[in-house]
């Protein structure tokens, strides 16, 4: 089940052929939605799109790892992290499309 890799270039297009902007506004269109949530993000926000899904910025504190190779232990530093959580409208289509649902 090898799937195509959706680019800013393919979001564009599809704005370009459903809104009937120009090209160059449909991609900066695309940009500024992007820019949006990405800086939303970056300011610890939460971002949540009905019926798709939500980001959330998760806080991980430091911890001790292990390095698999040599078993040595290592310091993990606290860090940011980006998580999704598909909503239920989306799984349910992703479910459907692929004949589990």
């Keep these: 089940m090898a799937g195509k890799t959706v680019t800013r270039s393919d979001l564009s297009e599809v704005v370009y052929n459903t809104v009937g902007l120009s090209r160059s506004e449909s991609a900066q269109l695309v940009e500024t939605v992007l820019d949006e949530i990405s800086t939303a993000l970056v300011r610890g926000e939460d971002v949540k799109l ?17 390095n698999p190779k040599t078993g ?30």
């Design 50 to 66: 009905s019926s798709f899904g939500s980001f959330m910025v998760r806080h991980k504190s430091g911890r001790m790892g292990r």
């Design 72 to 101: 040595e232990e290592v310091p993990i530093d606290p860090r940011r992290v980006l998580s999704f959580r598909a909503s239920h409208v989306l799984k349910d289509k992703i479910n459907k499309m692929s004949g589990l649902g």
